[in-house]
């Protein structure tokens, strides 16, 4: 029989076993990072995205505005961190805004007017009106007539005593009755005098009163200093939830809208990041649009002016406004995902993309990149970067214990915090990786992607090289090794919550779904992957598959659960394929129904790379064959040709625990670079079933617990592994049983000229 495989795709396979050693001499230039050196350059401290840096630097050079375009963690905001740095050091004086904005009283109460001033007119102009003020104060004197009144009120005292005495003495000596009488008129005289010295000081303190009310109002008057370029110095401004109060401005609520107590409307106005900052920096378009700031923005990239408005409908603020127009030249450095990208293409006709495009460029950031030897020699450069940032950050946290109490202050509120004795002699910093531990990192950025590719999703990888940090420094090694980030790996995969928590319980049920088998016809082992939404990680899931065909009812594939319509369709081509290969080889089709079950898939399943598992089981269960339940296959099926599925490399990863019982894969044959990440730091060996090359990876040290991988090109390349059948027995017995059930449904109707139903 004609072999589905070429001579040279034997080589090809065995040549697969030399990727480990390949990729440790593409690594050869150092044995650990303390011999890494990070590029002075900070777009170069960048790794994978070698187009979005080139970008970058023509539009430093032309002071244009940028759209990364990307999913998260592939580095659009360090990026634009850099972009910012580039700026700053070449052109930072020269984009700063050289005026101070003042705000100055408008027309009325609810307006303002803005202006521009050099700098040092700021100091003169306040020190104006504060002197001014200040001599307002001056002239305002307290005007007080106590002792005034104190002694017109002494005075009538002593006239009225005097009268008293001389009425009654007059008595006796009647001259005594006109001294009375005179000096009666006199007290009467002080009494009005007392009297009109309180008035004059009641009429003089309301004159003072109102001279200080004017003193408040030139308080009124002095204007707000909105931005001092000698002050404000940030060149980039990041806004994470752009709206119009962010980007242009407002004005503050006044809880004193009564009793003359208001603030002034321009003692009320702040300025948002188009007046202020020269670089805006939007974290995610999807907010802007979510806010409806989008057309405002559209205007101000368009006039770089813009009117400051009250953002409230009701209450202070709603009619405020600046009389005249801000200015506003921003360079807008902007990141979105793909979905965000479709919709502004949509919107408006894509006018924001537009205006970015006329000064600048949209940047597709890189999700995955070619495994190339500069690519792997920057994996290198990016965990001596990630160990240096560990190490300004234990710096940061721990240097005022340090400084204070002492090293052993450390080790002792180290241990309260990680709960685990640390060596008397343990230190707080960071320790440099080895070259088994960056290869760990590239085996992990390798598995998350696929086709030779390394993941660019780097956010993730973060966290592990952190985590491996401190399991070296909890044993106190004085490198970081292959084995303290495996840890971290298994630390943070427990991490994602309850997706990776369903993800332990399929794997639990898998082992005793194996160990209870003794009936395998018509089940099988689909390998599906399940998403992160945190970390946008691929995790493998086995799966196993139940398929059944009964005659004799509606010519149908019944597929119950949660399967989405790509997996259902699958289902469906697998029928038509089974109904092709029936008319191919001359045997009698009639109908059946085709039943189709994930087995335990309560979250759902979609996608096509279940095609080959769902019919290695249909077929299994038309031709009553066991199907070898401890080998897990995927693939995507066109025909009879096994086509390239996703996440190949963390399917098989699902399955290789030995305490899962699983023996190993069926893969597709356009898959098998995928399986050369797992080739790093195990035993494996080059092997063949019939014309079917496959290789053999030991689990364990001493080649112990063997997992095979077979690599297949057609539908009968998984039939002979899986159930031991070459393609002309498989048609063999589809012909026999085609043929019994069509004899057994001419009798059931009584018919003999039956050809098909």
């Given at each position: 029989m004609k072999s589905d495989y070429k001579e040279n795709d034997y080589e090809w396979i065995k040549e697969l076993l030399d990727y480990p050693r390949t990729l440790e001499e593409r690594l050869d230039f150092f044995s650990d990072t303390a011999q890494i050196e990070v590029p002075a350059d900070p777009v170069d401290r960048v790794i994978f995205q070698d187009k979005a840096k080139r970008a970058i630097r023509k539009i430093a050079q032309n002071r244009g505005h940028i759209l990364m375009v990307g999913r998260p963690g592939t580095g659009k905001s360090m990026l634009a961190n850099m972009f910012k740095e580039v700026l700053e050091e070449s052109l930072g004086d020269y984009l700063r805004p050289r005026e101070a904005i003042i705000a100055y009283p408008g027309k009325d109460k609810n307006h303002v007017r803005i202006a521009y001033e050099k700098p040092h007119i700021i100091d003169p102009l306040l020190e104006n009106f504060n002197r001014a003020i200040d001599a307002a104060k001056d002239a305002v004197e307290e005007f007080n007539l106590t002792d005034q009144i104190q002694s017109a009120r002494k005075a009538k005292r002593a006239l009225l005593w005097i009268t008293v005495l001389a009425a009654g003495v007059g008595i006796i000596y009647s001259p005594a009755f006109i001294a009375a009488g005179l000096t009666g008129m006199g007290a009467i005289f002080m009494h009005m005098q007392e009297n009109n010295h309180r008035a004059q000081e009641k009429i003089q303190r309301e004159t003072v009163a109102d001279r200080r009310n004017a003193v408040k109002h030139l308080y009124d008057m002095v204007p707000d200093i909105l931005y001092d370029p000698r002050k404000d110095k940030d060149l980039m401004a990041r806004v994470s939830e752009p709206d119009a109060r962010n980007m242009k401005g407002g004005f503050r609520h006044d809880p004193y809208q009564s009793g003359n107590l208001e603030t002034p409307c321009h003692k009320r106005t702040y300025l948002g990041a188009h007046a202020k900052s020269p670089i805006i920096y939007i974290d995610e378009l999807k907010t802007l649009i979510k806010v409806g700031y989008m057309a405002e923005l559209l205007e101000v990239m368009q006039n770089k002016r813009y009117i400051l408005e009250g953002g409230r409908n009701t209450g202070s603020g709603a009619a405020d406004r600046s009389e005249n127009h801000l200015k506003a030249d921003n360079i807008i450095v902007a990141c979105c995902n793909h979905d965000t990208l479709q919709h502004l293409q949509q919107e408006g006709e894509g006018a924001f993309l537009s205006r970015i495009e006329d000064k600048g460029e949209i940047i597709r950031m890189e999700s995955a990149v070619p495994e190339t030897t500069e690519n792997v020699r920057q994996v290198a450069q990016y965990v001596k970067q990630e160990i240096l940032n560990l190490g300004a950050e234990f710096k940061d946290s721990w240097g005022d214990v340090i400084a204070a109490e002492g090293y052993e202050s450390v080790?002792?509120?180290?241990?309260?915090?990680?709960?685990?004795?640390?060596?008397?002699?343990?230190?707080?910093?960071?320790?440099?990786?080895?070259?088994?531990?960056?290869?760990?990192?590239?085996?992990?950025?390798?598995?998350?992607?696929?086709?030779?590719?390394?993941?660019?999703?780097?956010?993730?990888?973060?966290?592990?090289?952190?985590?491996?940090?401190?399991?070296?420094?909890?044993?106190?090694?004085?490198?970081?090794?292959?084995?303290?980030?495996?840890?971290?790996?298994?630390?943070?995969?427990?991490?994602?919550?309850?997706?990776?928590?369903?993800?332990?319980?399929?794997?639990?049920?898998?082992?005793?779904?194996?160990?209870?088998?003794?009936?395998?016809?018509?089940?099988?082992?689909?390998?599906?992957?399940?998403?992160?939404?945190?970390?946008?990680?691929?995790?493998?899931?086995?799966?196993?598959?139940?398929?059944?065909?009964?005659?004799?009812?509606?010519?149908?594939?019944?597929?119950?659960?949660?399967?989405?319509?790509?997996?259902?369709?699958?289902?469906?081509?697998?029928?038509?394929?089974?109904?092709?290969?029936?008319?191919?080889?001359?045997?009698?089709?009639?109908?059946?129904?085709?039943?189709?079950?994930?087995?335990?898939?309560?979250?759902?399943?979609?996608?096509?790379?279940?095609?080959?598992?769902?019919?290695?089981?249909?077929?299994?269960?038309?031709?009553?064959?066991?199907?070898?339940?401890?080998?897990?296959?995927?693939?995507?099926?066109?025909?009879?040709?096994?086509?390239?599925?996703?996440?190949?490399?963390?399917?098989?990863?699902?399955?290789?625990?030995?305490?899962l019982g699983m023996e190993g894969a069926c893969i597709p044959w356009l898959n098998k670079r995928d399986i050369e990440p797992l080739l790093i730091n195990a035993e494996s060996e080059y092997i063949q079933t019939d014309d079917i090359p496959g290789i053999r990876m030991y689990r364990n040290a001493g080649k112990k617990e063997p997992f095979d991988i077979f690599f297949c090109k057609t539908k009968y390349n998984a039939y002979k592994i899986l159930m031991g059948l070459t393609k002309k027995e498989v048609e063999t017995l589809m012909v026999h049983r085609s043929k019994n059930d069509l004899e057994f449904m001419r009798n059931i109707n009584g018919s003999s000229d039956t050809d098909e139903l």
């Amino acid at each position: 029989m004609k072999s589905d495989y070429k001579e040279n795709d034997y080589e090809w396979i065995k040549e697969l076993l030399d990727y480990p050693r390949t990729l440790e001499e593409r690594l050869d230039f150092f044995s650990d990072t303390a011999q890494i050196e990070v590029p002075a350059d900070p777009v170069d401290r960048v790794i994978f995205q070698d187009k979005a840096k080139r970008a970058i630097r023509k539009i430093a050079q032309n002071r244009g505005h940028i759209l990364m375009v990307g999913r998260p963690g592939t580095g659009k905001s360090m990026l634009a961190n850099m972009f910012k740095e580039v700026l700053e050091e070449s052109l930072g004086d020269y984009l700063r805004p050289r005026e101070a904005i003042i705000a100055y009283p408008g027309k009325d109460k609810n307006h303002v007017r803005i202006a521009y001033e050099k700098p040092h007119i700021i100091d003169p102009l306040l020190e104006n009106f504060n002197r001014a003020i200040d001599a307002a104060k001056d002239a305002v004197e307290e005007f007080n007539l106590t002792d005034q009144i104190q002694s017109a009120r002494k005075a009538k005292r002593a006239l009225l005593w005097i009268t008293v005495l001389a009425a009654g003495v007059g008595i006796i000596y009647s001259p005594a009755f006109i001294a009375a009488g005179l000096t009666g008129m006199g007290a009467i005289f002080m009494h009005m005098q007392e009297n009109n010295h309180r008035a004059q000081e009641k009429i003089q303190r309301e004159t003072v009163a109102d001279r200080r009310n004017a003193v408040k109002h030139l308080y009124d008057m002095v204007p707000d200093i909105l931005y001092d370029p000698r002050k404000d110095k940030d060149l980039m401004a990041r806004v994470s939830e752009p709206d119009a109060r962010n980007m242009k401005g407002g004005f503050r609520h006044d809880p004193y809208q009564s009793g003359n107590l208001e603030t002034p409307c321009h003692k009320r106005t702040y300025l948002g990041a188009h007046a202020k900052s020269p670089i805006i920096y939007i974290d995610e378009l999807k907010t802007l649009i979510k806010v409806g700031y989008m057309a405002e923005l559209l205007e101000v990239m368009q006039n770089k002016r813009y009117i400051l408005e009250g953002g409230r409908n009701t209450g202070s603020g709603a009619a405020d406004r600046s009389e005249n127009h801000l200015k506003a030249d921003n360079i807008i450095v902007a990141c979105c995902n793909h979905d965000t990208l479709q919709h502004l293409q949509q919107e408006g006709e894509g006018a924001f993309l537009s205006r970015i495009e006329d000064k600048g460029e949209i940047i597709r950031m890189e999700s995955a990149v070619p495994e190339t030897t500069e690519n792997v020699r920057q994996v290198a450069q990016y965990v001596k970067q990630e160990i240096l940032n560990l190490g300004a950050e234990f710096k940061d946290s721990w240097g005022d214990v340090i400084a204070a109490e002492g090293y052993e202050s450390v080790r002792q509120r180290s241990e309260t915090i990680y709960g685990k004795a640390l060596p008397a002699d343990f230190k707080l910093q960071e320790r440099e990786f080895d070259k088994s531990a960056v290869l760990e990192i590239i085996k992990e950025l390798r598995c998350r992607a696929s086709d030779g590719k390394l993941s660019g999703i780097l956010r993730p990888i973060n966290g592990v090289i952190k985590s491996a940090e401190f399991e070296a420094i909890f044993e106190n090694s004085t490198l970081v090794q292959a084995g303290h980030v495996r840890q971290a790996l298994k630390d943070h995969l427990s991490l994602e919550g309850g997706l990776f928590q369903e993800y332990g319980q399929q794997k639990k049920y898998l082992k005793k779904y194996i160990g209870s088998m003794t009936d395998s016809i018509g089940y099988v082992v689909g390998l599906a992957v399940i998403h992160s939404n945190s970390s946008n990680q691929m995790l493998g899931q086995p799966l196993p598959i139940h398929c059944q065909i009964n005659l004799g009812v509606a010519d149908r594939v019944v597929a119950p659960g949660k399967i989405g319509d790509i997996a259902k369709a699958a289902a469906q081509n697998v029928r038509a394929s089974i109904k092709k290969v029936l008319n191919k080889i001359g045997a009698p089709y009639v109908g059946y129904e085709m039943y189709v079950e994930y087995i335990q898939a309560h979250g759902g399943v979609e996608g096509d790379s279940a095609s080959v598992a769902i019919d290695i089981a249909l077929i299994s269960d038309f031709v009553k064959k066991p199907v070898n339940q401890r080998y897990g296959v995927t693939g995507s099926l066109t025909g009879d040709i096994i086509l390239a599925v996703g996440g190949v490399t963390e399917k098989i990863r699902s399955i290789m625990d030995p305490d899962l019982g699983m023996e190993g894969a069926c893969i597709p044959w356009l898959n098998k670079r995928d399986i050369e990440p797992l080739l790093i730091n195990a035993e494996s060996e080059y092997i063949q079933t019939d014309d079917i090359p496959g290789i053999r990876m030991y689990r364990n040290a001493g080649k112990k617990e063997p997992f095979d991988i077979f690599f297949c090109k057609t539908k009968y390349n998984a039939y002979k592994i899986l159930m031991g059948l070459t393609k002309k027995e498989v048609e063999t017995l589809m012909v026999h049983r085609s043929k019994n059930d069509l004899e057994f449904m001419r009798n059931i109707n009584g018919s003999s000229d039956t050809d098909e139903l």
